[in-house]
Structure formats: structure tokens, C-alpha cells
């Protein structure tokens, strides 16, 4: 009888394996060979973004632009991109005081003369748009995921609005739309940048803090820019891959 | 050898049980099978584990900023000195260099006119006031020192900017 129970599990076993490694087998029949796939430009680029952090004079002008463009709704906490301002005290860098009214969108307020030793700046935050993204990864349903040219967009009719992507963001780039209770983030203005034009932040930017790169394009300055600057990522040890390069990116910046 | 068919047909007996779990596991495979297909769509892994179409969807957004190369048409010269275009003022007088708004966008003040690129005639809202000047040029915590700023206060009390400044060529008259 033992002998027999021992058998009925080894069977079962190979039986569920082969369930699942058919599934696998199954897809690929499905999606047919890889070169079958319809051949799409978007392979000849690889979009990032570079932000330059001594440049960003905190107007605002990203956060307005975003918002008209890409109609991203008023209320609170929904933002593709917003400015923050670090204000950091040598005594106690560990503890940054950090304000973005409203994102930034209608700039920032003046602060008295106690910021005479403090350093200061303006950090302008967005989609990271990793290579490795945890948010993609999470997704139950195949409704985010990584375009071919390297831009983390969501499908709206695919997604849930299960908010596991939402948590799953190590920057806080996504919120949840109240008017479709659908994910929704910065598509690196994916309806421009695959006709030719900058993203809206980086078009209204007054200083060219930010300027978006494309990476797979050997004339494009981002390398130049790379080579010469002292560039950082945000959270490097969650391993994201971010294609977002920070210039002059302070440390006490999470 | 009666007893050794007898054990035989007891094993037999027991891999009925494993048939029968395998058939039921083919019948939730197939089930599995048939209700994907209707579930997803038909491009849906064309690329990766995701819609092709939503590419597409994507791309599909209208464009609210046109961008400064589109302005340059129909608006070239605005960040010349006046009388520039006309030959009333030498070109060499008016070294790109010295407009510092050169570098600004149209649309940055003048907010997003894809529409109007398209449709010229339509009203063009109007932009200025002094905030939006203060908006870049305010003395502010955070600003680096690379920006011109200045204190309204101090600088020119309750006056509008563009009473001394030209928007489009801002260094004062003079200068």
C-alpha cells in the first residue's frame, strides 16, 4: 500500500510537471518563431532621460507641461513628474527637510534666511524607466510592461487597478487614475518621442536640465555627457537598471 | 502463480487512480487552454508578455506642445532685437549671445499651442503678469546662483516686469 502511495505521487507529479512545461511549449506554437514577430522600428532606439541637478531652477514648468499633456487628473498625489527641494543641514546630513507644494507644479515658496547655511537644490523626479523594473514584474495580467525601445508604458484596457505595480515602484512613480481606477505613469511622452519630438518636461525645461537621450544612438550627447559628468541613479541598491542619469545628484537624495 | 496475477491485477487496480487524476488534469489544461484564448487578445504576446496594440495606444495621444521648431515658421525673429528683421538694426548688433531668453522655449510661457500651429487664427490665450517672470526669477532657497534673481521688493516694488524688460529679449534697454 505504502509502495503504491509512493507511485500515485511520482505519477501525479510528472503529470502536473508536464501540464506546465506544455503551457510553455503551448506559447511559443502560439506567438509563432521570434522572427515571425512584426518588425518594429522601435528597436532601433533605447529612451532615457538625463537630469541635471546644478541646472533645475525649480520653476515648475515640468510638472505644468506633464499635467497638459498628458491630461494627468488634479487631485492629490497624481503626478508623472514633480520637483522636490532637499534643503540639508551640514550639521545633520542625514536628515534632509524636503518640500514639493503641490509637486511643485506652482513653484515654491521663498524660505527665510535660516537657509543661509543650508544647502539646497531642486531634485525634478519621474519614472525611472528601468531596465529591470519591479514594477512590470508584479503585474498579474501583462498590462505594464517594457516597450521594445526601453519606455515602461501601461495597457489601460489590460489593467486591474490591483495596485500591486503602485507599491511595487521603489520611487513612487505611479498613482492610481480616480476617474478609470486604472495604473497610470509617465510614458516618456511616448505619443512625441516616437514622432521625432522631445518629451513636454523637456521641451518647457528653461535651463535644459533635463533633455532626453536616446541611448541606442551613437551621435547622441548622452554619451559625451556620461563620459564627463559624476552620474548617479537614483537607489542604486534596488538594482533597477534606471535609465534616468542624475548629474551632481546628492546623496542624502532618496 | 495465481497469487502473482492476483498482485497484478491489484496494480492495475491502483493505476486506474493515476489514469484517471491525469485525465482530469488534461480536462483543466484543455479547459485552461480554451478559456485563454478567449481571455486574451489575439496580439497579446506579439512583442512580450503584453498587448501589441497597447503600443499603439499609446502612440495615439493627441500632442499639446508643438514644439519651438514649429513656431519658427510663421513667428522667426521674435527673439531679435526689434527693428532687427527690418534692417533697421545691423545684424552684428545683435549677437544671439546677448539674448539670454534665447535659450527659453516658446511654449514654455506661452503653454502648450499644438492646436494653434494647426489653426492659426484661433485666439492665442494671452500670457505675462508679473509671476510669470517671478516664477523663474524670484529669489528662491534652492535656486542655483547660475540663475538671475532678484528680490521684487527691492528690484521694482509693484511694477510689471515688461515695463523695463522685453519678454522676448529681456536685458533692459540701454544695455
Given at each position: 500500500m505504502?509502495?503504491?502511495?509512493?507511485?500515485?505521487?511520482?505519477?501525479?507529479?510528472?503529470?502536473?510537471?508536464?501540464?506546465g512545461?506544455?503551457?510553455v511549449?503551448?506559447e511559443?506554437?502560439v506567438?509563432?518563431?521570434a522572427?515571425?514577430?512584426p518588425?518594429?522600428?522601435?528597436?532601433?532606439?533605447w529612451?532615457?532621460?538625463?537630469i541635471?541637478?546644478?541646472?533645475?531652477?525649480?520653476?515648475?514648468?515640468?510638472?505644468?507641461?506633464?499635467?497638459?499633456?498628458n491630461?494627468?487628473?488634479?487631485?492629490?498625489?497624481?503626478?508623472?513628474?514633480?520637483?522636490?527641494r532637499?534643503?540639508?543641514?551640514?550639521?545633520?546630513p542625514?536628515?534632509?527637510?524636503?518640500?514639493?507644494?503641490?509637486?511643485?507644479?506652482?513653484?515654491?515658496?521663498?524660505?527665510g534666511?535660516?537657509?543661509?547655511t543650508?544647502?539646497?537644490?531642486?531634485?525634478?523626479?519621474?519614472c525611472?524607466?528601468?531596465?529591470?523594473?519591479?514594477?512590470?514584474?508584479v503585474?498579474?495580467?501583462g498590462?505594464?510592461?517594457?516597450?521594445?525601445?526601453?519606455?515602461?508604458?501601461?495597457?489601460?484596457?489590460?489593467?486591474?487597478?490591483?495596485?500591486?505595480?503602485?507599491?511595487?515602484?521603489?520611487?513612487?512613480?505611479?498613482?492610481?487614475?480616480?476617474?478609470?481606477?486604472?495604473?497610470?505613469?509617465?510614458t516618456?511622452c511616448?505619443?512625441?518621442i516616437?514622432?521625432g519630438?522631445?518629451?513636454?518636461?523637456?521641451?518647457?525645461?528653461?535651463?535644459?536640465?533635463?533633455?532626453?537621450?536616446?541611448?541606442?544612438?551613437?551621435?547622441?550627447?548622452?554619451h559625451?555627457?556620461?563620459?564627463?559628468?559624476?552620474?548617479?541613479?537614483?537607489?542604486?541598491q534596488?538594482?533597477?537598471?534606471?535609465k534616468?542619469?542624475?548629474?551632481g545628484l546628492?546623496?542624502?537624495?532618496? | 502463480?495465481?497469487?502473482?496475477?492476483?498482485?497484478?491485477?491489484?496494480?492495475?487496480?491502483?493505476?486506474?487512480?493515476?489514469?484517471?487524476?491525469?485525465?482530469?488534469l488534461?480536462?483543466?489544461?484543455?479547459?485552461?487552454?480554451?478559456?485563454?484564448?478567449?481571455?486574451?487578445?489575439?496580439?497579446?504576446?506579439?512583442?512580450?508578455?503584453?498587448?501589441?496594440?497597447?503600443?499603439?495606444?499609446?502612440?495615439a495621444?493627441?500632442?499639446?506642445?508643438?514644439?519651438?521648431?514649429?513656431?519658427?515658421?510663421?513667428?522667426?525673429?521674435?527673439?531679435?532685437?526689434?527693428?532687427?528683421?527690418?534692417?533697421?538694426?545691423?545684424?552684428?548688433?545683435?549677437?544671439?549671445?546677448?539674448?539670454?531668453?534665447f535659450?527659453?522655449?516658446?511654449?514654455?510661457?506661452?503653454?502648450?499651442?499644438?492646436?494653434?500651429?494647426?489653426?492659426?487664427?484661433?485666439?492665442?490665450?494671452?500670457?505675462?503678469?508679473?509671476?510669470?517672470?517671478?516664477?523663474?526669477?524670484?529669489?528662491?532657497?534652492?535656486r542655483?546662483?547660475?540663475?538671475p534673481?532678484?528680490?521684487?521688493?527691492?528690484?521694482?516694488?509693484?511694477?510689471?516686469?515688461v515695463?523695463?524688460?522685453?519678454?522676448h529679449r529681456?536685458?533692459?534697454?540701454?544695455?
Amino acid at each position: 500500500m505504502n509502495q503504491d502511495r509512493r507511485e500515485f505521487l511520482k505519477d501525479a507529479g510528472t503529470y502536473i510537471l508536464l501540464t506546465g512545461a506544455a503551457t510553455v511549449a503551448w506559447e511559443y506554437v502560439v506567438r509563432g518563431a521570434a522572427e515571425q514577430a512584426p518588425n518594429y522600428s522601435a528597436t532601433a532606439h533605447w529612451w532615457g532621460m538625463t537630469i541635471d541637478i546644478d541646472k533645475c531652477i525649480g520653476s515648475g514648468n515640468c510638472v505644468r507641461a506633464c499635467k497638459e499633456e498628458n491630461d494627468v487628473p488634479d487631485q492629490d498625489g497624481c503626478f508623472r513628474t514633480w520637483v522636490e527641494r532637499y534643503r540639508i543641514d551640514p550639521e545633520d546630513p542625514d536628515h534632509p527637510l524636503v518640500d514639493s507644494p503641490d509637486g511643485g507644479i506652482d513653484g515654491f515658496e521663498p524660505i527665510g534666511a535660516a537657509n543661509g547655511t543650508m544647502k539646497t537644490f531642486f531634485v525634478p523626479k519621474m519614472c525611472n524607466h528601468c531596465v529591470d523594473s519591479p514594477c512590470t514584474q508584479v503585474c498579474p495580467v501583462g498590462a505594464t510592461f517594457h516597450s521594445p525601445d526601453g519606455v515602461v508604458l501601461i495597457d489601460k484596457s489590460r489593467c486591474l487597478g490591483c495596485r500591486y505595480c503602485v507599491q511595487a515602484c521603489p520611487y513612487g512613480c505611479r498613482y492610481i487614475d480616480p476617474r478609470t481606477l486604472t495604473a497610470d505613469k509617465c510614458t516618456l511622452c511616448y505619443h512625441r518621442i516616437t514622432k521625432g519630438l522631445t518629451t513636454a518636461c523637456a521641451e518647457v525645461c528653461p535651463t535644459g536640465a533635463r533633455q532626453l537621450v536616446d541611448l541606442k544612438n551613437p551621435k547622441d550627447p548622452v554619451h559625451e555627457f556620461i563620459r564627463t559628468h559624476k552620474i548617479h541613479v537614483l537607489k542604486p541598491q534596488m538594482a533597477t537598471g534606471s535609465k534616468v542619469y542624475y548629474n551632481g545628484l546628492d546623496g542624502s537624495v532618496r | 502463480m495465481p497469487c502473482n496475477t492476483a498482485r497484478m491485477r491489484d496494480r492495475f487496480r491502483h493505476s486506474q487512480h493515476v489514469l484517471r487524476v491525469g485525465a482530469v488534469l488534461l480536462l483543466g489544461f484543455v479547459a485552461f487552454l480554451v478559456l485563454r484564448s478567449v481571455a486574451l487578445p489575439s496580439d497579446f504576446g506579439v512583442y512580450g508578455f503584453y498587448r501589441a496594440g497597447a503600443l499603439d495606444d499609446a502612440k495615439a495621444r493627441p500632442i499639446a506642445y508643438a514644439g519651438r521648431a514649429a513656431c519658427e515658421p510663421c513667428h522667426g525673429g521674435t527673439y531679435d532685437l526689434p527693428g532687427a528683421q527690418t534692417g533697421a538694426v545691423p545684424a552684428e548688433a545683435d549677437p544671439v549671445k546677448d539674448n539670454r531668453h534665447f535659450v527659453l522655449r516658446c511654449e514654455t510661457c506661452h503653454g502648450p499651442l499644438a492646436s494653434h500651429v494647426g489653426n492659426p487664427s484661433a485666439p492665442v490665450a494671452t500670457v505675462g503678469g508679473n509671476q510669470l517672470c517671478l516664477g523663474c526669477h524670484a529669489q528662491l532657497a534652492g535656486r542655483p546662483d547660475t540663475q538671475p534673481q532678484i528680490l521684487r521688493v527691492d528690484h521694482s516694488g509693484d511694477d510689471a516686469c515688461v515695463d523695463c524688460h522685453r519678454p522676448h529679449r529681456p536685458r533692459p534697454d540701454g544695455q
